[in-house]
């Protein structure tokens, strides 16, 4: 017995490590280019055109990042898409939440449909909405506007988020909100005490997924933000780049604007990523 096992202890063990290999290849292959942007973003317009590559930055200076916080835009466009994308994790959290909880807890007329639509809006191209967007937002004054941007990111958000969360809180089960009721609590008391907790998970991913979406957009933003002081950073990123490109572009400095708008968004990501893809698969198989 022990001479049969030996054999196939020693396949899988052989395929596991080629497995983790491949694995390990992939993920490098994948970080490089991040990689790459951080160690450009240190060294200056010489260095980069050379022949040669760098890939460590020794002798590199801070001389790119400090032209990038000297930009006038800069800061603007930071305060902008940090209100931006603040408002639409907060819209979207409170309107996906409610939806979710109406389609889960409730049986009404049209619920079937209500939830079909949800999958139908998420395949419409975001391109086709451009021009109904643009005349809308033109219509009722918030072209240029903040909160016009926010309410077209939290639109484009919130089916998903509420296809999300509908399986956590149909993952939850009612009993749970039936036994506090019986124990003399009401049944709003009943669900914030005993229910609410147990989304956490579904929340916290909720949320990354809007934060991520409004943080990075970009083609809804150039539509919408048409005035050079109603710039995101995306867009702030775009006009930095073509300001660079009219001297010849520098990419050192186009490398570290990348890492200021990008690297922020990776450190928060790293730091929930273990709950989201919690509530990214818990949200996907219930329900």
């Known amino acids: ?3 049969t096992l030996g054999p196939a202890r020693s396949r899988r063990s052989t395929r596991r490590t ?21 160690n450009s973003a240190f060294l ?3 260095t980069l055109q050379s022949s040669t590559p760098t890939f460590l930055p020794f002798g590199g200076s801070l001389d790119n990042f400090a032209t990038v916080f000297g930009d ?26 409610l939806g979710a ?29 451009f021009i109904a967007q643009y005349k809308m937002m033109s219509s009722i004054g918030l072209l240029n506007n903040i909160l016009g941007l926010a309410l077209l990111y939290t ?10 969360l509908r399986g956590f809180v149909a993952g939850v089960p009612v009993e749970l909100e039936e036994a506090a009721m019986v124990d003399g609590l009401s049944r709003t008391k009943a669900f914030l005490r005993i229910t609410f907790p147990l989304l956490a998970p579904g929340l916290v991913a909720s949320g990354v997924y809007a934060f991520l979406q409004a943080w990075n957009e970009f083609t809804v933003a150039l539509v919408v933000m048409t005035e050079e002081q109603s710039r995101t950073l995306p867009l702030w990123l775009r006009g930095f780049v073509q300001a660079s490109a009219t001297r010849e572009t520098d990419w050192g400095q186009v490398m570290a604007a990348s890492t200021v708008v990008a690297v922020p968004v990776i450190i928060f990501f790293l730091v929930v990523q273990g709950r989201m893809s919690n509530g990214l698969v818990g949200g996907a198989v219930k329900g």
Do not use: C, N
């Open 1 to 3: 017995m022990s001479r």
């Open 72 to 97: 006038a835009g800069f800061v603007r466009a930071l305060g902008i898409s940090l209100a931006v994308t603040l408002i639409t994790v907060a819209a979207a959290i409170v309107v996906a939440f």
């Open 155 to 164: 639109a484009a958000v919130v089916p998903f988020t509420v296809w999300m």
């Open 101 to 129: 909880l109406a389609i889960s807890r409730f049986r009404f007329r049209g619920r079937r449909s209500f939830v079909l639509a949800l999958l139908l809006i998420q395949m419409l191209p975001a391109e086709g909405l």
């Open 18 to 38: 080629v497995l983790t290999v491949v694995a390990v290849a992939v993920a490098l292959v994948w970080a490089f280019p991040v990689y790459w942007m951080l």
């Open 44 to 46: 200056d317009k010489v």
